[in-house]
């Protein structure tokens, strides 16, 4: 499994912090709420061990595909030792997702948006005649992505759009490499690798791609034709699947689809588009809550 190597390093904090906190009376952990094994550790130690005021508190921070598993709990889980006990959800769509799960009153709270920001307004003008390519953490996930375009390289260059590729900031372009050469897999020359802030890009990208990633949100803000492209080997995790039915944009583009679709949207006046952005960026807008004093203090228990 590949969280396993992960899980055991938590367990090796353990006594660390017990040692560090040795003389401390209340303690407060604070950690992304996903419902990951890895999160469960602290947690369900400091709880177990009752010589602590131990409070969890778990921060839903982006918002998430249908697909992903994590916020499905099971009954009373609730209830357990890990589970944190309080949860700061970063807007109205997130919180929705408790509401029918849990029981509990006032275990959720509405805080701010901190994994997203709203540029705001972006000019038309702005826009240049290009694709940008968000590459995800996972490795098989970007293997799948550059395949499917790079197979496409010759479609692109016909309608004179620049490709540029970004790492996730986790991910080095040396790994990157690395990892490519051992299958013997080169990206294409006339493409870019990034080294401007997601934001830069974004502003300046007509449509951008993206597989198995929330960075589809920033670009729908960011006013970017979005391309979702659905996976081979995995579930898509596409991070506005719940807007699929109503906004076609946002549906999953099977890999075998994909040549057919960027011929339809690259021979399109971009205009065509913007009343599907502008709906979307709406919902989002009130779904997702800013960053204020007031909303920031949500976290304090």
């Known amino acids: 499994m590949s969280g396993s190597p992960e899980l055991v390093v938590f367990f090796r904090y353990l006594p660390a912090l017990e040692k560090?906190?040795?003389?401390?009376?209340?303690?407060?952990?604070y950690n992304h709420f996903e419902n990951m094994p890895f999160e469960k550790v602290i947690p369900?130690?400091?709880?177990?061990?009752?010589s602590w005021d131990f409070k969890q508190i778990g921060y839903h921070h982006t918002i998430v595909s249908n697909d992903f598993l994590g916020y499905n709990l099971y009954e009373s889980e609730e209830t357990s030792s890990y589970f944190p006990d309080l949860i700061v959800a970063n807007g109205s769509i997130s919180s929705k997702l408790y509401s029918e799960n849990l029981t509990s009153n006032g275990r959720v709270r509405i805080g701010p948006s901190l994994r997203q920001k709203d540029p705001g307004p972006i000019q038309k003008i702005d826009k240049q005649k290009r694709l940008l390519i968000l590459l995800p953490l996972e490795l098989n996930a970007c293997i799948e992505l550059l395949s499917a375009f790079s197979h496409l390289n010759r479609i692109i260059s016909e309608f004179k759009i620049q490709t540029l590729i970004r790492l996730h900031p986790i991910m080095s372009v040396t790994y990157l490499k690395a990892?490519?050469?051992?299958?013997?897999?080169?990206?294409?020359?006339d493409w870019i690798v990034s080294k401007q802030d997601l934001y830069s890009d974004l502003f300046e990208s007509q449509?951008?791609?993206?597989s198995a990633s929330a960075s589809i949100i920033d670009a729908i803000l960011c006013?970017?034709?979005?391309?979702?492209v659905g996976r081979l080997?995995?579930?898509?995790?596409?991070?506005?699947?719940?807007?699929?039915?109503r906004y076609p944009l946002l549906k999953s583009i099977r890999p075998g689809n994909l040549e057919k679709w960027l011929h339809k949207l690259f021979s399109a006046d971009p205009n065509e588009f913007s009343g599907q952005l502008k709906a979307i960026q709406e919902d989002l807008r009130v779904g997702l809550c800013s960053n204020s004093e007031d909303l920031m203090n949500q976290f304090l228990v």
């Open 179 to 189: 990892k490519l050469t051992k299958l013997n897999f080169h990206i294409p020359e």
């Open 207 to 210: 449509y951008v791609a993206v």
């Open 223 to 228: 006013n970017c034709i979005p391309i979702p």
């Open 44 to 50: 369900d130690y400091f709880k177990h061990k009752g």
């Open 20 to 29: 560090f906190i040795k003389k401390g009376t209340s303690i407060r952990s």
């Open 233 to 245: 080997l995995d579930l898509d995790l596409n991070g506005l699947d719940f807007y699929s039915d």
